[in-house]
């Protein structure tokens, strides 16, 4: 299993040396194509998503991670978004449980 990281040119640069398999992309449509594309690769087992890209596509992003068992979707902060990230709140939307 593999991890990926999908997002801004700037940012998989960071995730390469990290180890993390990058896919950068140009914009929204992109974005989902290469989403719904790792959604059935098997290698895929985490994909880290750009918070800058989730951002606008969050029903559609919503959608995919039912459909599929893995790979499991993680939303990562973006250059953007900055890095103030609310990890209680993040950890009860990833187990579906309140912290």
């Known amino acids: 299993m593999k991890i990926f990281f999908v ?3 700037q940012l998989a ?9 990058p896919i950068a ?3 929204d449509d992109d974005f989902l194509r290469t989403l719904e594309s790792l959604s059935s690769n098997e290698e895929a087992g985490i994909v880290l998503m750009d918070s800058d890209y989730v951002s606008t596509v969050r029903e559609k992003i919503e959608k995919l991670k ?3 068992k893995l ?3 993680l939303e990562v902060p973006g ?3 900055g890095t103030t990230v609310d990890l209680k709140a993040m950890i009860s939307r990833i187990m579906g449980v309140k912290v």
């Open 7 to 9: 997002g801004s040119p």
């Open 13 to 21: 640069e960071g995730y390469k040396i990290a180890g993390v398999e």
């Open 25 to 27: 992309v140009s914009g």
């Open 66 to 68: 039912i459909r599929s």
């Open 71 to 73: 790979p499991v979707f």
């Open 79 to 81: 250059r953007k978004s």
